[in-house]
């Protein structure tokens, strides 16, 4: 009895073993698969002399804002956010003190440098980790600033146009609520300018997207011999759990899907939020439905035999590629495509995320590699509940894009 047990003991053992083996294995490469910290480290002591530098050649008179700010949540959550904090300090005058990224991936607190993401708020702004060198404590203006959403832009504007040098929203302003109503749109054709001059990836993800668009010969004013796209995002893995509770609570679309330029490229029936069916039928479409609105697309740009697919599939979602291969079966075949009306048959080729070249160390960089590819396609469907879909609509007008090239399910 004793000896039975005995060796069921030993046997629990190396098995608690093994898997903690295989657990730290998986720990490790995905670890290794971020960028270094040591390269994170110089470019949080570059962001850090360029501020000093900037404030060193100040002439005196510049004023300062700094936010209270989203902390944590996905890329495009926090990314939106900061480019409308930079538009905002833009357009009173201001420098913008920018934070920190907090990358999940890497840990809830894990904070990394804006710098080796985005290049645009990053320029001829402050670093928060100088702010206190420039304004010190006694010369902080705190101020709050949220009131109703229809006012909130424009109490915004006025209070930071104020003669104040240092103002610390106290507040978060851009918060999910507000982001969600029509008190957005006042700031949209001044946030539309913006976005056309000041957005700018950093380096390293541009050199990314550059690889990307020659091994998987998607065509862009600079990849000239590759072949124009189609850019679809499937927003899948958890976000199912999310639709549910969007459904429930009668939640409509997000930030830039709420535009009124935009709502006629809601694929039909439109989004109707007293139903939580239509919510759920928008939030996390059928396959049917996803299929419609690449036929949509498809039947407008007959010239396009390419479709390439952003997808958050991963080894803990293994059901997107599931769905990723049903979809692409369907768009391939030959007589589903006649009768869908495609006047130069199925598509010919389909990418998708998974195939993007993202290099040893480039990991965090992925999703805005897929933000770009989905700007620079000719025709983007993206889900109006997603900030990724909304992030590259909203790049896409801002570049000029049409409206009827985009399509939300
Ligand atoms: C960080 O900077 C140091 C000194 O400038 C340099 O030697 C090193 O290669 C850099 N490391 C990374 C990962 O960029
Ligand atoms: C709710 O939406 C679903 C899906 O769009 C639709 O089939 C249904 O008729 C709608 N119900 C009502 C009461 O409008």
């Known amino acids: 009895m004793l000896k039975c047990l005995n060796i069921r003991w030993n046997l629990l053992r190396s098995l608690l073993l093994f898997i903690s083996c295989l657990l730290l294995l998986a720990f490790y490469s995905y670890l290794k698969a971020r960028p270094s910290y040591a390269l994170y480290d110089n470019l949080t002591r570059q962001e850090r002399e360029e501020s000093l530098a900037l404030i060193h050649n100040s002439r005196g008179n510049e004023k300062y804002v700094y936010f209270k700010q989203l902390q944590g949540a996905g890329f495009n959550n926090q990314a939106q956010e900061i480019l409308l904090f930079h538009h905002l300090a833009l357009i009173t005058s201001r420098i913008y003190v920018y934070q ?27 670093s928060s980790a100088v702010f206190n060198e420039v304004c010190p404590e006694s010369e902080i203006y705190r101020v709050n600033l949220r009131v109703n959403y229809i006012s909130q832009w424009e109490r915004a504007v006025s209070v930071l146009s104020g ?40 380096d390293s993800v541009l050199s990314i997207v550059d690889r990307s668009q020659t091994k998987l010969r998607l065509h862009s004013n600079v990849h000239k011999d590759g072949e124009p796209y189609i850019a ?42 007293s139903n939580a069916t239509s919510i759920t039928a928008h939030c ?120 009827e090239d985009i399509t939300f399910v």
């Open 284 to 403: 996390y479409p059928s396959l049917y439905r996803i299929l419609d609105a690449i036929s949509h697309q498809a039947r407008l740009h007959p010239n396009v035999r390419t479709l390439h697919v952003l997808h958050d599939g991963a080894w803990d979602h293994p059901l997107v590629y599931l769905q990723y291969y049903k979809l692409a079966e369907a768009l391939k075949n030959d007589a589903w495509a006649k009768r869908e009306g495609w006047p130069n048959g199925p598509m010919v080729r389909i990418t998708q995320s998974a195939d993007v070249p993202i290099g040893w160390g480039e990991a965090d960089w992925a999703v805005c590699v897929d933000v770009e590819l989905g700007r620079r396609a000719e025709a983007f469907i993206g889900n109006g509940y997603s900030s990724l879909s909304t992030q590259i609509s909203a790049l896409r007008l801002g570049d000029g894009g049409r409206p």
């Open 232 to 273: 679809i995002h499937l927003r899948r893995g958890d976000f199912e759990g999310h639709c549910e509770s969007l459904a429930s609570d009668h939640i409509g679309f997000t930030t830039w899907a709420t535009l009124p330029v935009l709502q006629l490229s809601v694929l039909l029936p439109a989004l109707d939020t």
């Open 163 to 202: 003669n104040e040098r240092c103002i610390v929203v106290t507040d978060w302003i851009f918060n999910w609520g507000y982001l969600a109503t029509p008190g957005i749109h006042t700031i949209w054709p001044s946030y539309q300018k913006y976005l056309a001059n000041h957005f700018e990836w950093s």
């Open 100 to 126: 920190p990224l907090v990358w999940r991936p890497r840990g809830e607190k894990s904070h990394v440098p804006l710098s080796a993401f985005l290049s645009g708020p990053t320029k001829s702004t402050i």
